[in-house]
């Protein structure tokens, strides 16, 4: 059965001064312990107990600090800026009195306990299985974080998630007038508008450019960050509503391969200069984690194919049309959403290429030029998936 990994974010309850000093100095403690590890040769680094280290820390807390100094990621890291506190799942406890939850886990003066505050249901739902018993979900570890200010434990937990098998897809095409339209390959669809995003860029750009002159860097880390959370909370919400359209068609998701886009799509330097249109703004990512984890909490997929010529080939036939701006329109003249018939393309694609064909008019493609607004009934007849070279000649006109 496959496994999916959470962290739930829960912020401590009403924690004092006292608390709040603990938690600050275990972390420095952590952090100080890290930064003379790494003074140590890698070779020897990997030898080491805690036995042989001198520090304040718990055994539990000390060990954590050894695993995460000698580990992979570790080796091009010349000094700690800051190394979280981390308790693995057998030195961490939830507690339940009541309507009130609480965790401990060991700190530099000892095992201590601390209410949180649980304000998803979800959340709360997940914390009453691991009280329950429930082998279906395990622990993982817990970390200790200060975000803006409020301290948080960072509780990880994985649990099994059921097999479902889709019978249908649903393709996402991402962009950035459109964040995200999802559609089935019958054209039902959302939209997700891109206008407020791109709004709130261009006003953080504008903010960011005062700060920067001010030399106000403090400021303009903050700024960067309401931005990065906010931009965050925005993929949360579309890829909650794509999980959950696909679920009701029962349908995995497709989308578009855009790895490496910002090399390859083309844009002018004014656009690159526009935080509401450049590609080095766009969350495409993002979006595509949090779709991907939310699809595995439902035991759905998430798949990719290729991305080019998603908006330009016509979603009925697959016969390249021509994409002006938001409209797409094809040779006969049918007209649609660009963005939906890409979507819908997305939908109906298989394996690594796109299906594209050319249309084929009655005389041949060397003896005249297409004619794209009234095609003959036989011209009609004579459209098809393209072949290899992406273009098929009528028998009629192959001599």
């Known amino acids: 059965m496959p496994k999916v990994t959470t962290t739930l974010k829960l912020k401590f309850f009403d924690l004092n001064q006292v608390k709040a000093s603990l938690f600050a100095q275990t972390t420095a403690e952590c952090t100080e312990l890290a930064n003379r590890l790494l ?11 805690t036995a042989k280290v001198v520090t304040d820390l718990s055994s539990a807390l000390a060990n954590q600090v050894i695993r995460n100094a000698t580990s992979k990621s570790a080796k091009k890291v010349k000094r700690y800026r800051l190394m979280l506190p981390e308790a693995n799942k057998q030195n961490w406890n939830v507690a339940k009195v009541g309507e009130t939850y609480s965790v401990s886990f060991p700190t530099i003066k000892g095992v201590k306990r601390v209410p949180l505050t649980v304000d998803y249901p979800h959340h709360a739902a997940l914390l009453d299985r691991l009280l329950g018993g429930d082998e279906a979900i395990e622990k993982g570890s817990l970390k200790l974080s200060k975000i803006q200010g409020q301290w948080f434990a960072l509780c990880s937990v994985t649990q099994d998630v059921p097999e479902v098998k889709s019978a249908n897809r649903v393709g996402c095409d991402r962009g950035q007038n459109n964040i995200a339209v999802i559609a089935t390959p019958e054209g039902k669809s959302i939209f997700f508008k891109g206008g407020e995003v791109k709004h709130r860029r261009r006003r953080y750009q504008k903010i960011r450019s005062e700060l920067q002159r001010a030399g106000k860097k403090r400021a303009l880390k903050k700024l960067n ?36 886009c910002r090399g390859t799509m083309r844009q002018s330097k004014k656009q690159r200069s526009d935080a509401g249109n450049s590609r080095h703004r766009w969350a495409y990512y993002d979006l595509q984690l949090k779709t991907v984890y939310k699809m595995e909490l439902l035991g759905r997929r998430l798949t990719l194919v290729p991305a080019p010529y998603t908006s330009k080939s016509d979603n009925r036939n697959g016969i390249l049309g021509k994409r002006n701006r938001h409209n797409f329109v094809g040779f006969d003249g049918y007209q649609v ?10 939908a109906k694609w298989e394996g690594f290429a796109c299906p594209l064909g050319l249309y084929v008019p009655e005389d041949g493609v060397f003896d005249s030029p297409q004619d794209f607004g009234s095609p003959s009934a036989s011209g009609r007849a004579e459209m098809q998936m393209g072949n290899s070279v992406n273009t098929q000649r009528p028998s009629a006109a192959a001599g």
Do not use: C, Q
Request: proline fraction near 2%; aromatic fraction near 6%.
């Open 225 to 260: 960050n309401k931005e990065a959370r906010w931009m965050r909370e925005v993929n949360h919400a579309i890829s909650a509503a794509t999980a959950r359209f696909a679920d009701y068609h029962n349908a995995d998701v497709v989308m578009e391969d855009l790895s490496g």
């Open 39 to 49: 003074e140590v040769p890698l070779a020897e680094r990997r030898k080491l107990t």
């Open 337 to 346: 959403n660009a963005d939906i018939n890409a979507a819908m393309n997305i």
